[in-house]
């Protein structure tokens, strides 16, 4: 059963750092590629960033420079640091397995400006 757990959100001050995680199971993150979505009120859902099996990363434009997604193999868990927040960041945070119908039930991120 593939299960995916996203933690760390809460709210922040502007310009403050949270660092979010997705620990998963019933999937290996060193033969997938995972991402980040988040979803705003009354906006789509958007892939913030992803990394592949070999480790290369991809992010929007909106959080380049910001945000670092990052892999642990051997904890089998996926973490986005996002540093310099927004108000505009302000989304329920989804971990996803690319390519895939797996997703994380989401975390809140609040930025308050």
């Known amino acids: 059963q593939v299960q995916l757990v996203e933690s760390g959100g809460g709210l922040v001050q502007a310009g403050g750092s949270l660092r979010l995680s997705c620990a998963a199971s019933?999937?290996?993150?060193?033969?997938?590629?995972m991402g980040w979505y988040r979803q705003a009120p009354g906006k789509q859902r958007e892939l913030v960033a992803s990394?592949?099996?070999?480790?290369?990363?991809n992010y929007a434009d909106s959080v380049k420079g910001r945000f670092t997604i990052s892999a642990d193999n051997a904890k089998n868990t996926v973490y986005l640091q996002m540093n310099g927040l927004k108000p505009e960041d302000t989304a329920v945070y989804y971990c996803?397995?690319?390519?895939?119908?797996?997703w994380g039930q989401g975390t809140q991120v609040t930025v308050a400006s």
């Open positions: 990394i592949t099996s070999g480790s290369i990363t």
């Open positions: 996803r397995v690319m390519f895939r119908n797996y």
């Open positions: 019933g999937i290996i993150f060193s033969i997938n590629t």
